[in-house]
């Protein structure tokens, strides 16, 4: 996903600062000169900040997968291994990682979920399903699947 | 048709994707508790150890963290390009090796419980 659209979206700034981000260019007359800077490309509009902002949601996504992992590591090893790693996850730096990781992975969910009605629109004959409908089912899709696990995991 | 790698890199990313979304919120609010001191029931030593211990816990566990690991994985090399990190072929490969590590390290853990 990010790949190509960097690239296009950052061919389409070349030429065109504030148009919206248009396919590759295909053939054209001499070389396609791109005067777009590597690493400040995104300031130029609002929608290639959201964008950067909806990937750098992986970096704590990721991060957090490493401590699932190493909490993994730690129930294997037994009882009191798992009871530390509980009492760490209580830590300040924990807490603000938590709060960090909670953020970016709702932000990544909604921006996942309202990409649906674009990544698969349903056609039902003539007509195609309402956009936000297809959005609307996974959000609900979402909602009762958490709660069946805050369920199953005890919270209430 | 041209041979291309992009299937086997894009399908786990997308399942990855989706599975992130429907997951990781909730689990990331379960361990937060457990981070605020309110150690939900179902993360203590006995209820994950059972969890863990089953075929289908091992299964969920195993799928949830690989996936999200992927494509975590995967995003990262975009985004990596997109700060003007632009050793592509670098970053791919340390990224991808890193999923991969994690996953194994996952699947040898579980078994072990």
């Known amino acids: 996903m990010g790949e190509e659209m960097s690239r296009n979206l950052g061919a389409g700034a070349a030429r065109e600062p504030q148009s919206p981000p248009r396919a590759g260019r295909v053939g054209g007359a001499g070389p396609l000169i791109r005067e777009v800077p590597p690493t400040t490309w995104f300031f130029r509009h609002p929608r290639y900040l959201r964008y950067m902002a909806r990937e750098i949601t992986c970096i704590f996504v990721g991060a957090y997968c490493v401590l699932l992992v190493l909490g993994l590591h730690s129930l294997a090893a037994g009882q009191p291994s798992y009871e530390a790693f509980l009492v760490a996850l209580r830590s300040p730096a924990s807490i603000i990682f938590h709060l960090l990781a909670l953020a970016a992975s709702f932000y990544h969910a909604a921006t996942w979920f309202n990409a649906t009605q674009k990544a698969m629109p349903i056609q039902l004959g003539e007509e195609f399903v309402p956009g936000n409908l297809i959005s609307g089912a996974h959000y609900v899709a979402w909602a009762a699947l958490s709660i069946v696990i805050l369920f199953l995991a005890g919270v209430f | ?113």
């Not at chain 2, 048709?1 to 429907?22: D, E, H, L, Q, Y």
């Not at chain 2, 075929?55 to 494509?71: E, N, P, R, Y």
């Not at chain 2, 990262?76 to 003007?84: E, P, S």
């Open chain 2, 1 to 113: 048709m041209a041979k291309s790698n992009k299937p086997i890199i894009w399908f786990p990313f997308a399942a990855g994707g989706t599975v992130i979304a429907f997951f990781i919120p909730v689990i990331v609010l379960l361990t937060f508790m457990a981070a605020l001191g309110y150690v939900p029931t179902g993360l203590s030593y006995d209820s994950m150890r059972a969890f863990a211990g089953s075929g289908i816990g091992k299964l969920v566990i195993f799928g949830v963290i690989a996936l999200s690991l992927w494509s975590s994985a995967h995003r990262l090399r975009c985004t990596c390009y997109d700060f003007g990190l632009r050793a592509d072929t670098l970053v791919a490969n340390v990224l991808y090796l890193a999923a991969a590590a994690g996953s194994i390290a996952t699947a040898v853990y579980l078994l072990r419980i």
